[in-house]
């Protein structure tokens, strides 16, 4: 299994931006598509986004898409998700998970997880 430390969770005004990162280590991160998933307090993981190993193809909740944009750079072992336009209903912890080969969208599909970091979002 990969190792995965997720970072860049913090509390941001409504409109403003966050990078989130996740550096892999442990394995052949080449090898690993990657997903972003959340879960804000009552509520169940959600899906985010994932990324193809060799990031190509991406994929997106309706709920982020147009305003999230998931990028990895396998030189630097780490994926990244660039969050733009931030509200309220953005306010989760956000974690990081790591799948051998195939791009999933599930929770179920991925076995590596990171810890997560928090991101809250002010009104």
Do not use: H
Not at 12 to 36: D, E, K, N, Y
Not at 48 to 77: E, H, L, P
Not at 101 to 116: A, F, K, M, P, V
């Amino acid at each position: 299994q990969v190792q995965l430390v997720e970072s860049g969770g913090r509390l941001v005004q409504a409109g403003g931006s966050l990078r989130l990162s996740c550096a892999a280590s442990g394995g052949t991160f080449s090898s690993f598509a990657m997903g972003w998933f959340r879960q804000a307090p009552g509520k169940e993981r959600e899906f985010v986004s994932a990324i193809d190993v060799r990031g190509i193809t991406t994929y997106y909740a309706d709920s982020v898409k147009g305003r999230f944009t998931i990028s990895r750079d396998n030189a630097k072992n780490t994926v990244y998700l660039q969050m733009n336009s931030l509200n309220t209903e953005d306010t989760a912890v956000y974690y990081c998970a790591a799948r051998l080969w195939n791009i999933g969208t599930s929770r179920n599909d991925y076995n590596s997880w990171g810890q997560g970091t928090q991101v809250t979002v002010s009104s």
